[in-house]
Structures are given as structure tokens and as C-alpha cells.
């Protein structure tokens, strides 16, 4: 299975800005942007002065990439997929990367991080319908429960991160079981998404 492996903090420094990969060593002083935030590398410095259209759009897509962990091909199919669809393209590519069951495990509270949370789906540890999913690019629709398996239930990390996390789960997500549950009320509109990106800027990047 195809994923970066690399330093994920670099991700941050090249965006200029903190996409929360690691969890809660983002809010700390060890977080890398606070102590360096030029992009990485032997010119990192010049890179400040690039402002041209095209790396603002480039930049703004790299940035949404990385946040929701996905890669270049799956995001270019979700686009294509979005553009057909009915209805503004930007926020349709916004409500499934929202809707992939990595992305919901980390809505609820169980992972500190989208990475940690894929990984909780990847090693089997999520249910939905009932049914174990191990695939994070799994799009769960209206109605859907997400659960986390008994046996996940009791792991001190997921125990841990609900009772530290300040993250409450949208108004799309519905939580019942102790935490341990969640229901899809709806799929999610643009001011249900918190996520601070500029889809508009991905769509012009595409559609030259």
C-alpha cells in the first residue's frame, strides 16, 4: 500500500503553517514551524519569495493533500469524480475527503492525528455497519455507524485521547456508545468543515 513515509513535519515547513500531523506535538514548542518557519532545504529562504498564481494554487493543493494524508493520484480521481458531480466542485472535494473512514475516526476523537487514526483503520480496529474496513480511502455515507472495535476500546491510547483531546465532533457526527460510536446524520456542507483551505484555488489549479 503506497504512502509518504517521509519526515511530516517537513510537510509543515513547506507549507508554511501547521497541518497538524502529529498530533498534540503540534501545539507545543517543539513543533518545528515555531523554531523553523522556512520551508526545509539548502534554499529554503528563496522559496519565500515565490508568489506567482500558479504556486499560490500549488501550494494551497499540496497543502490540502497532506493534511487529509492522501496521494497525488487519489487526489487528482477524487477531483475528477468531484468535477462531475452536480453542484460547486471545490466543496464537493472537501465532503469526501471529509467522508473517508480515516477521516471520521479522527473526527471522533479516537486518533490524535488523521495518521494515527489511519492507522487504527488499516490494522482493523474500525467498524462500519457492523463490518471490520480496513481500507482509510473507504467513503462511509448517510446512516453509516463507525465503531471501534471491543478490542481498540481498551487501548490506553484511544482511552487516552479521548479524555485529553479538546476536539469535539462535528455537527454531521452523532456520538453515542461512551464515545466509542458515531452515526453519519448527514453528509457535511462547507460550514460544517473546519478545515482552513482554499478549495477554490485547487479547482483553478485543475482546470487549466
Not at 153 to 162: A, T
Not at 168 to 194: C, K, M, Y
Request: glycine letters at 6%; proline letters at 5%.
Amino acid at each position: 500500500m503506497a504512502r509518504y513515509t517521509g519526515p511530516v513535519c517537513r510537510l509543515c515547513r513547506r507549507e508554511k503553517t501547521k497541518l497538524y500531523l502529529k498530533g498534540a506535538k503540534c501545539d507545543t514548542m517543539r513543533c518545528p514551524i515555531e523554531r523553523r518557519p522556512t520551508p526545509p532545504g539548502d534554499h529554503g529562504r528563496d522559496r519565500l519569495r515565490q508568489g506567482s498564481e500558479y504556486n499560490t494554487q500549488l501550494r494551497e493543493k499540496q497543502k490540502t493533500r497532506r493534511i487529509y494524508g492522501v496521494l497525488e493520484t487519489q487526489f487528482v480521481n477524487l477531483y475528477d469524480e468531484a468535477n462531475r458531480q452536480q453542484g460547486i466542485t471545490g466543496e464537493n472535494l472537501l465532503r469526501m475527503l471529509e467522508l473517508r473512514v480515516d477521516n471520521i475516526a479522527f473526527r471522533a476523537g479516537w486518533g490524535a492525528s488523521r495518521n494515527q487514526a489511519r492507522q487504527f483503520v488499516r490494522h482493523g480496529h474500525v467498524k462500519v455497519n457492523g463490518k471490520r474496513v480496513t481500507i482509510p480511502s473507504y467513503r462511509v455515507r448517510q446512516a453509516d455507524v463507525i465503531e471501534l472495535s471491543p478490542k481498540a476500546q481498551d487501548f490506553i491510547v484511544i482511552r487516552h485521547n479521548q479524555d485529553t483531546l479538546d476536539r469535539r465532533p462535528p455537527a454531521w457526527l452523532e456520538t453515542f456508545d461512551n464515545g466509542h460510536s458515531v452515526r453519519v446524520l448527514a453528509a457535511p456542507v462547507r460550514e460544517q468543515i473546519d478545515t482552513q483551505v482554499r478549495e477554490q484555488l485547487v479547482v483553478e489549479l485543475y482546470s487549466k
